[in-house]
């Protein structure tokens, strides 16, 4: 019991420390002022509020693509990294969104725009979406997010008509308190705390009132013979205001509904008709500011599949980008302060951009490209990240397994390369980065192709990581169902490909092109389960590393135009030129590359030296490779390939030995047993033919 009670404690400290200290805090509108002159900031309008968000998480800068990471999304550091994003066009994406909304900040024109996130289904624009609410309602909980609203006090001591219920009334558009101040004093404020002001963007506000706060201060000052000061310190009170979703504050998100039900005040607002009776329909008092739009005030409106809307339903949106105004139906214009964000998938933009009667709602978006991940690498931790997540069973995902299933998702996204030099697959690798295995391919020059070929963009097609998760996810089961406790490359593929054409967003048209891709993907596979048991037969690190030693002995003497001496006779010899090149040609280098790759590992080797290293052939993992190969091609011929496949036919303390080493490399013994069988019916069947 004392435990229970311990812990409730604990919780209940926890939930307090949540909270802003002073969320339930009430300040005079004398304090308001003396805060924005000792911190100007807690007057920024939404896009700079936004701007500064993404900025306060953490930002790391990629050189080499000139992107800017933002650690919200890369590393996600309030969720302790659950909802991370992967992949070089992803976060092209999301720099792109923070620039238009920086932009904005400095009243450039984005903030008169909709952002609208651009891309095929599951490519992640929704989880980004859903990040960026997210993490802007913990940045306004703390102290670098802050700002204030204001409520209506002692209403009914003036208004002889005020319901009793209304006695006190918040800002019903949560507004900024320095909308208060006539416009004069208002720029004169606004000048000084501007002075300042260490941000990049002028802090400005000429918003009117809404119609029901323009009411009371109109009564009031009549009350006070207008004495704006009596208003502001008998009437008003100023509080912090921190987002939530749920609570619709400052935040919301719009769904589409049904064509025939679809209503504007379901986006500006509409009459309470509860105090129709106490008002009158037409006093600004009986207006229900529940709409979208109003809700979102100071902060963020998530419009998902925004496209999908009516066409007249989107003409609200024209004023609320373009005028920063909403017009609810029987009310004057209402200013509103907020970043749009609108979603859509391929279908509805095609639609809405041949539509001729959309083109001023064209006209006020800013497209912003979220195309599928195109690094399967970086798809791989998509997959990852969703067993993470979840409740696994205890069953070892094998080797190379969600690499794979990367790389056949990759395979269905990027275009076809117009180079007949260029592999689809070569293509796929050099995206992932693997540039030293062709070094002789261009990325920039295949992504510029892409660019022209494709319709809309490369990655904005193909299979989405849904349908190869689910895969996944089934194949995971199918293996504890037979009681395997591993799942492999070779399981993933099946499932795979028996579902291609029973998965509703893969058209008829391309599942001969997808069969296809996915034979080069076990292709692939192959490869890799051959290179990882070539490592587990063939290696030695005592022989490696004085293959290694050799090498660079060579190699500097060729450099430097020496002689070597020979490792028998001690003699002084030329530089064993046919030693080298079987050492380079295990990596597929031509003979006029060799000289290339010499010098780089001889600077390498220097490199270290001057580090202080000592020569390790292992800590350089291209000529670790080409090491491990051909050591492998001088012991291959003493191993009995077909044995592998039968444990019957060989010695098994010698096939434990190499499950063992298959072991280290991340397999379970089951999954050892079987890669060993697979890879050596391969090598044993290419022996044959050979």
Same mark, same amino acid.
């Given at each position: 019991?004392?435990?229970? =009670?311990?812990?409730?404690?604990?919780? #209940?400290?926890?939930?307090?420390? $949540?909270?802003?200290?002073?969320?339930?805090?009430?300040?005079? !509108?004398?304090?308001?002022?003396?805060?924005?002159? #000792?911190?100007?900031?807690?007057?920024?309008?939404?896009?700079?509020?936004?701007?500064?968000?993404?900025?306060?998480?953490?930002?790391?800068?990629?050189?080499?693509?000139?992107?800017?990471?933002?650690?919200?999304?890369?590393?996600?550091?309030?969720?302790?990294?659950?909802?991370?994003?992967?992949?070089?066009?992803?976060?092209?994406?999301?720099?792109?969104f923070v620039?238009?909304?920086?932009?904005?900040a400095?009243?450039?024109?984005?903030?008169?725009?909709?952002?609208?996130?651009?891309g095929?289904?599951?490519?992640?624009?929704?989880?980004?979406?859903?990040?960026?609410?997210?993490?802007?309602?913990?940045?306004?909980?703390?102290?670098?997010?802050?700002?204030?609203?204001?409520?209506?006090?002692?209403?009914?001591?003036?208004?002889?008509?005020?319901?009793?219920?209304?006695?006190?009334?918040?800002?019903?558009?949560n507004?900024?308190?320095?909308?208060?101040?006539?416009?004069?004093?208002?720029?004169?404020?606004?000048?000084?705390?501007?002075e300042?002001?260490?941000?990049?963007?002028?802090?400005?506000?000429?918003?009117?009132?809404?119609?029901?706060?323009?009411?009371?201060?109109?009564?009031?000052?009549? =009350?006070?013979?207008?004495?704006?000061?009596?208003?502001?310190?008998?009437?008003?009170?100023?509080?912090?205001l921190?987002?939530?979703?749920?609570?619709?504050?400052?935040?919301?998100? !719009?769904?589409?509904?049904?064509?025939?039900?679809?209503?504007?005040?379901?986006?500006?607002?509409?009459?309470?008709?509860?105090?129709?009776?106490?008002?009158?329909?037409?006093?600004?008092?009986a207006?229900?500011? %529940?709409?979208? !739009?109003?809700?979102?005030?100071?902060?963020l409106? %998530?419009?998902?599949?925004?496209?999908?809307?009516?066409?007249?339903? @989107?003409?609200?949106? @024209?004023?609320?980008?373009?005028?920063?105004?909403?017009?609810?139906?029987?009310?004057?214009?209402?200013?509103?302060?907020?970043?749009?964000v609108?979603?859509?998938? &391929?279908?509805?933009?095609?639609?809405?951009?041949? *539509?001729?009667?959309?083109?001023?709602?064209? *006209?006020?978006?800013?497209?912003?490209?979220?195309?599928?991940?195109?690094?399967?690498?970086?798809?791989?931790?998509?997959?990852?990240?969703?067993?993470?997540?979840?409740?696994?069973?205890?069953?070892?995902?094998?080797?190379?397994?969600?690499?794979?299933?990367?790389?056949?998702?990759?395979?269905?996204?990027?275009?076809?390369?117009?180079?007949?030099?260029?592999?689809?697959?070569?293509?796929?690798?050099?995206?992932?980065?693997?540039?030293?295995?062709?070094?002789?391919?261009?990325?920039?020059?295949?992504?510029?192709?892409?660019?022209?070929?494709?319709?809309?963009?490369?990655?904005?097609?193909?299979? #989405?990581?849904?349908?190869?998760?689910?895969?996944?996810?089934?194949?995971? &089961?199918? %293996? &504890?169902?037979?009681?395997?406790?591993?799942? %492999?490359?070779?399981?993933?593929?099946?499932?795979?490909?028996?579902?291609?054409?029973?998965?509703?967003?893969?058209?008829?048209?391309?599942?001969?092109?997808? =069969?296809?891709?996915?034979?080069?993907?076990?292709?692939?596979?192959?490869?890799?389960a051959?290179?990882?048991?070539?490592? $587990?037969?063939?290696?030695?690190?005592?022989?490696?590393?004085?293959?290694?030693?050799?090498?660079?002995?060579?190699?500097?003497?060729?450099?430097?135009?020496?002689?070597?001496?020979d490792?028998?006779?001690?003699?002084?010899?030329?530089?064993?030129?046919?030693?080298?090149?079987?050492?380079?040609?295990?990596?597929?280098?031509?003979?006029?590359?060799?000289?290339? !790759?010499?010098?780089?590992?001889?600077?390498?080797?220097?490199?270290?030296?001057?580090?202080?290293?000592?020569?390790?052939?292992?800590?350089?993992?291209? @000529?670790?490779?080409?090491?491990?190969?051909?050591?492998?091609?001088?012991?291959?011929?003493?191993?009995?390939?077909? $044995? @592998?496949?039968?444990?019957?036919? &060989?010695?098994d303390?010698?096939?434990?030995?190499?499950?063992?080493?298959?072991?280290?490399?991340?397999? #379970?013994?089951?999954?050892a $047993?079987?890669?060993?069988?697979?890879?050596?019916?391969?090598?044993?069947?290419?022996?044959?033919?050979?």
């Open positions: 019991m004392n435990d229970t =009670h311990d812990t409730l404690a604990e919780l #209940s400290r926890e939930y307090r420390d $949540a909270i802003p200290a002073d969320l339930r805090e009430y300040h005079t !509108f004398g304090w308001y002022l003396d805060e924005l002159y #000792s911190n100007p900031k807690v007057a920024r309008n939404a896009h700079q509020r936004v701007a500064d968000m993404f900025d306060y998480y953490g930002t790391e800068y990629d050189e080499d693509d000139g992107v800017v990471e933002y650690e919200l999304a890369s590393e996600d550091p309030v969720n302790d990294g659950e909802n991370t994003f992967y992949g070089r066009v992803i976060h092209e994406a999301i720099h792109e620039n238009k909304v920086k932009s904005g400095r009243g450039l024109g984005p903030q008169k725009r909709i952002k609208l996130l651009l095929p289904v599951g490519s992640g624009k929704s989880d980004f979406d859903r990040q960026v609410r997210r993490y802007y309602e913990d940045y306004t909980r703390r102290d670098d997010g802050r700002m204030y609203t204001f409520r209506w006090t002692n209403l009914c001591d003036v208004i002889p008509d005020q319901d009793p219920a209304d006695d006190v009334v918040r800002s019903p558009m507004q900024d308190p320095i909308v208060l101040l006539p416009q004069e004093q208002r720029d004169r404020v606004l000048e000084e705390i501007n300042e002001l260490d941000a990049p963007y002028t802090i400005r506000n000429e918003q009117s009132l809404d119609p029901a706060s323009e009411f009371y201060m109109d009564r009031l000052l009549a =009350h006070y013979d207008d004495d704006l000061q009596a208003v502001l310190e008998n009437h008003v009170e100023v509080m912090r921190v987002a939530d979703e749920n609570m619709r504050q400052a935040i919301e998100t !719009f769904e589409p509904k049904d064509k025939k039900n679809q209503d504007e005040t379901e986006l500006t607002g509409d009459v309470n008709y509860s105090k129709i009776a106490i008002y009158g329909e037409s006093d600004p008092r207006f229900d500011y %529940s709409g979208a !739009f109003c809700n979102a005030n100071r902060g409106f %998530s419009g998902e599949e925004l496209l999908k809307l009516q066409r007249e339903f @989107l003409y609200d949106f @024209l004023h609320a980008t373009q005028e920063q105004t909403i017009k609810p139906k029987n009310n004057p214009r209402i200013d509103i302060d907020q970043v749009i609108g979603r859509t998938n &391929m279908p509805e933009y095609k639609d809405k951009k041949g *539509d001729e009667k959309m083109e001023a709602f064209n *006209d006020r978006t800013k497209r912003i490209d979220f195309p599928y991940v195109l690094q399967y690498e970086a798809e791989a931790r998509i997959y990852r990240k969703m067993l993470r997540n979840a409740d696994l069973p205890d069953i070892i995902v094998e080797p190379h397994t969600l690499e794979m299933a990367g790389l056949f998702g990759v395979l269905t996204r990027i275009e076809e390369p117009d180079s007949g030099t260029v592999s689809l697959v070569q293509k796929a690798k050099a995206y992932n980065g693997e540039i030293d295995e062709a070094e002789d391919i261009d990325v920039r020059k295949l992504r510029d192709e892409a660019a022209e070929s494709a319709e809309i963009g490369e990655g904005m097609e193909g299979v #989405s990581p849904r349908f190869i998760g689910d895969e996944i996810a089934e194949a995971i &089961m199918d %293996s &504890m169902h037979r009681s395997r406790d591993f799942l %492999s490359p070779l399981t993933t593929f099946n499932h795979l490909e028996e579902n291609i054409e029973n998965h509703g967003s893969i058209p008829e048209e391309r599942f001969e092109t997808y =069969h296809r891709y996915l034979e080069l993907v076990r292709e692939e596979y192959k490869e890799r051959i290179e990882d048991v070539r490592h $587990a037969l063939a290696y030695d690190v005592d022989e490696i590393q004085r293959q290694g030693e050799k090498y660079m002995d060579h190699v500097m003497a060729y450099i430097d135009d020496d002689t070597v001496e490792e028998i006779t001690g003699r002084e010899q030329e530089p064993d030129e046919q030693f080298l090149r079987s050492v380079e040609e295990k990596l597929d280098l031509p003979e006029d590359r060799k000289d290339d !790759f010499r010098q780089e590992v001889s600077n390498w080797v220097s490199r270290r030296a001057r580090e202080g290293d000592t020569f390790n052939p292992q800590d350089n993992d291209r @000529l670790r490779r080409a090491l491990e190969r051909k050591l492998w091609e001088d012991k291959k011929h003493n191993i009995n390939f077909s $044995a @592998l496949v039968s444990s019957g036919e &060989m010695d303390e010698e096939r434990n030995q190499w499950i063992d080493a298959l072991i280290e490399q991340g397999y #379970s013994e089951d999954g $047993a079987e890669v060993l069988e697979f890879a050596g019916a391969e090598v044993a069947k290419s022996e044959m033919e050979e």
